[in-house]
C-alpha cells in the first residue's frame, strides 16, 4: 500500500517542537513534503531558533517518527533554520544592542489581532498583571505606536526618567508591571502622524534603549493590523509566540485568521486565539446572552489548527478599570472576566511549558 501525505503528517504530528506543547505540523513548520513510489519521503523543516541543537533534535524525532509508518524505506529531512531574529528581510536584523538588552526577557508574548476594537490592548493588560499574580516579574511594551493607551489602562502618569550611568530609559512600573509606550512621552492630545520608517525607529528604541532589566516575560501590544508596527517587531524581537485576539463576530473572525497567517509567514508560534467579549451575564437574573454569537473563536481555533484559550465576557467593570487605571485583574480578581484573564495566563505557560512556582520562589 502506498504511503499517503496524511500518514506522514500524522506522524509528523508527535513531533514537539522543544519547549513548547505544540507539534511542528500545526506550527507550519513542515514544507515541501513529498513521497514517491518506492517509499522515499522527503521534507523540509522550517522554522526560527536561537539555539543550534534544536535542529538537530527535530529531524531526528521526525525521521524516527516517519519510519515507522508501513511502506516507508527512507526518510530525508530537510532543515531550513533561520536565526530567530531574523525576519523575511534581512536589513532588518536585529542589533547587537537589542539581543542583550532583550536577552534577559525569557519569554516574550506578542498580543494582536486582526482588526481594531475587539479589545487587544485590554486583553494586553490583563494578561500581564494575571501573569504577575501568578508570581513572575512581567513587562509590557506597548507597541501601538498611532494609538498607545496602556499609559491610561494601567494609570501611569507622569514622564520616564533617564538613568544617567547607561543613558537608558527607566520604564514606568505600576501594578507590579515594567511599562513603556509612546503615550508616556508624547502630547494625550497630539495625533502621531508618521510614516514607517518613523514607526519601525520607535519600536527599535523601545527595544534597545529601554532598561528592562531581567523579566520571565515581556508582553508585547502590537497595533490592529499586518503592517510596517507589526512586521518591525516580528523580525527584531525573538518572539515566543504570540496570542490572537477575537470576538465572535464573522468579520472579526475573518481578520483574526489573517492576523494568524501573518504569523505563521514569518514563523512566529501562534499559542492560539482568546475570545473576547464572548458573552454577557445579566446582573439581576443570571441569564447568560451571547449579544455577538457564540462559538467562532473555538471554531475558528479548531478550522486552523490552534489552541482556543478561553472566552472573556462582557463586563462594564472591564471598561470601567480600563479608563481609571485599575484594570480588573487588580480590582475585582474573582470576577469571572478576571478569572477568563488568569485562566489565559496559565495557558500561555502551558504553551511555553514554564514552571508556575519558578519566578516566585526567586
Not at 511502506?71 to 525576519?87: I, M
Not at 504577575?132 to 513587562?139: A, T, Y
Not at 518613523?198 to 493590523?225: S, T
Request: aromatic share 4%; with cysteine; net charge negative.
Amino acid at each position: 500500500m502506498a504511503v499517503s501525505e496524511q500518514q506522514v503528517l500524522d506522524a509528523l504530528k508527535n513531533v514537539k517542537f522543544p519547549g513548547l506543547s505544540r507539534d511542528i505540523v500545526s506550527f507550519g513548520f513542515v514544507r515541501d513534503l513529498k513521497i514517491d513510489e518506492k517509499g522515499e519521503v522527503a521534507f523540509s523543516i522550517h522554522f526560527q531558533t536561537e539555539n543550534p541543537d534544536i535542529g538537530r533534535q527535530l529531524s531526528r524525532e521526525a525521521q524516527e517518527a516517519v519510519m515507522k509508518i508501513p511502506g516507508v524505506d527512507h526518510v530525508h529531512v530537510r532543515l531550513d533554520v533561520a536565526p530567530k531574529t531574523a525576519g523575511p528581510q534581512a536589513g532588518n536584523l536585529s542589533s547587537p544592542a537589542q539581543l542583550k538588552n532583550l536577552e534577559r526577557i525569557k519569554y516574550k508574548i506578542a498580543v494582536a489581532s486582526g482588526k481594531g476594537g475587539v479589545g487587544k490592548s485590554t486583553v494586553s493588560t490583563n494578561l500581564s498583571i494575571a501573569l504577575k499574580s501568578l508570581g513572575f516579574s512581567v513587562g509590557l511594551l506597548d507597541a501601538d505606536i498611532y494609538g498607545p493607551s496602556q499609559q491610561m489602562m494601567l494609570g501611569i502618569t507622569g514622564r520616564p526618567q533617564i538613568d544617567e550611568t547607561d543613558e537608558k530609559i527607566i520604564p514606568m512600573e505600576r501594578h507590579g508591571i515594567k511599562t513603556m509606550s509612546l503615550g508616556l512621552i508624547t502630547d494625550p492630545d497630539t495625533p502621531v502622524i508618521w510614516r514607517g520608517p518613523m514607526v519601525m525607529k520607535a519600536l527599535d528604541q523601545f527595544l534597545v534603549d529601554v532598561k528592562w532589566g531581567e523579566l520571565d516575560f515581556m508582553v508585547i501590544d502590537l497595533p490592529p493590523g499586518t503592517g510596517d508596527a507589526q512586521l518591525t517587531v516580528t523580525q527584531k524581537v525573538p518572539l515566543t509566540g504570540a496570542v490572537i485576539v477575537t470576538t465572535p463576530q464573522d468579520v472579526a473572525l475573518i481578520d483574526a485568521r489573517k492576523g494568524l497567517a501573518m504569523f505563521r509567514k514569518v514563523n512566529v508560534p501562534v499559542l492560539g486565539i482568546i475570545e473576547n467579549m464572548s458573552y454577557f451575564i445579566c446582573r439581576h437574573c443570571g441569564e447568560r446572552e451571547e449579544i455577538f454569537g457564540h462559538g467562532g473563536g473555538k471554531k475558528t481555533a479548531e478550522m486552523l489548527g490552534v489552541p482556543f484559550l478561553g472566552e472573556v465576557p462582557i463586563d462594564p467593570k472591564v471598561v470601567i478599570g480600563g479608563d481609571s487605571g485599575e484594570p480588573i485583574v487588580s480590582a475585582d480578581p474573582s470576577s469571572p472576566a478576571s478569572q477568563a484573564f488568569v485562566r489565559l495566563a496559565e495557558q500561555v505557560l502551558e504553551q511555553v511549558q514554564h514552571p508556575v512556582s519558578a519566578s516566585a520562589n526567586r
